[in-house]
């Protein structure tokens, strides 16, 4: 596991946690004298959105917590929790279901969202410590990469998203020059390309991507290409331009961030230009390890989350997207920020810090980019992973 998630603790652990809420309208009293009269109409709730965080019930989170998010003052209010094991990182479905590693158990679980999440059923992912997941662009299928292992699993879903046979599971080998992390293979996400052709699989322990092809009819992946990033910088997370022209990586052993170009029709990653997540002389610590990487709908700016300098950077990108700028950082709120996401829309960003047991709620400015914080930061102990709806 990465021992960065908990940046100033020894040991990489995931933590996620859900949080669902609703508001109801205030009572208005009755006239006590005078004549008969209608009460005035109640005022209706403002709507929310739920908010789901996943966290690390080994470290006392609650499992998966859901909090109602206010998209007019960006306000956090808590709702609900479902007890589940080490949910360190949730997928959803447009189809109302979420999906969710159990970090520690070696599996992964399927909920039904409506009417508040329920576990569908859940299933073992062949290998050890599944700290990423994602529906395939097609829908049917779930793809899992194992940390511990350093392999990803691939399974089938059901019409209606439970779990079925796992249809593949595909090993990486080799390691990387950093002796602590990068012994053997860990990887460390999937994802889908945007035209939804390939699969990549971002590999801290081998420094490599790799570029896969699902058959949808059999589930079993295809290896087409791998792409060595610079040794050691221990790729984590990866975020596509809406262009599939590139793709950028928050390199965690690194303390970088890496434009890659990348050619949609056969599938390739070349690595290229590699830029620091934090300005120069901002001292602070010896590694930083860059987390979670997000891009704004419009493609304008990046956001990348730094656990060692507990900060938030943002980056401009040229109307190409070719060339990223460091503009700034701005303090995360809490410690270790783990894992950031953008609202719908692009008006919020959350940041779970998972050393603080925070989520912090950040107003974006869509001409800027600029992040502010809302207020003080909602407390969720453990905090992996945020999924904002």
Not at 223 to 244: D, E, I, K, L, M
Not at 350 to 355: D, K
Request: net charge positive.
């Amino acid at each position: 596991m990465a021992q960065q998630d908990q940046a100033a603790a020894a040991a990489r652990r995931p933590s996620r946690r859900l949080f669902l809420s609703a508001t109801a309208g205030a009572a208005v009293p009755l006239a006590l004298t005078g004549p008969a009269r209608a009460s005035a109409p109640r005022p209706a709730p403002r709507a929310t959105r739920p908010l789901y965080i996943g966290t690390y019930t080994s470290s006392g989170g609650p499992g998966i917590d859901i909090a109602a998010h206010d998209p007019a003052t960006g306000a956090l209010t808590h709702a609900s929790a479902l007890s589940l094991a080490d949910p360190s990182f949730l997928a959803a479905s447009g189809s109302g279901l979420l999906y969710a590693v159990n970090e520690y158990r070696d599996s992964v679980t399927a909920l039904t969202v409506p009417g508040g999440p329920r576990v569908l059923n859940s299933a073992n992912t062949g290998g050890s410590g599944p700290c990423h997941l994602a529906v395939h662009a097609a829908g049917g299928h779930l793809l899992t990469a194992n940390y511990g292992s350093g392999s990803v699993a691939v399974h089938a879903l059901a019409a209606d998203g439970r779990l079925g046979a796992r249809t593949d599971l595909v090993q990486h080998t080799g390691s990387g020059p950093d002796p602590d992390r990068q012994r053997g293979p860990h990887a460390h996400m999937v994802l889908n390309d945007p035209a939804g052709a390939f699969v990549l699989a971002v590999d801290l322990g081998t420094d490599t991507l790799y570029t896969y092809r699902l058959d949808t009819r059999t589930g079993r992946l295809a290896a087409v290409s791998q792409a060595r990033t610079r040794p050691g910088a221990g790729p984590r997370h990866a975020v596509f331009h809406p262009s599939g022209r590139y793709l950028y990586t928050a390199d965690e052993l690194g303390d970088s961030l890496t434009v890659c170009r990348y050619d949609p029709g056969t599938g390739r990653v070349n690595p290229g230009a590699v830029l620091p997540t934090v300005p120069a002389g901002s001292g602070g610590t010896t590694r930083n390890y860059p987390a979670e990487i997000v891009l704004s709908p419009d493609a304008a700016h990046l956001y990348v989350s730094n656990r060692g300098h507990d900060s938030i950077a943002r980056f401009a990108l040229d109307q190409d997207g070719g060339r990223p700028t460091l503009l700034d950082t701005v303090p995360a709120g809490g410690s270790t920020p783990r894992h950031i996401a953008l609202a719908p829309g692009g008006d919020w960003l959350f940041a779970a810090n998972q050393t603080s047991g925070t989520v912090t709620v950040f107003a974006r400015d869509r001409t800027s980019g600029r992040l502010t914080p809302t207020g003080p930061p909602y407390p969720v102990k453990a905090a992996a992973c945020v999924l904002p709806t």
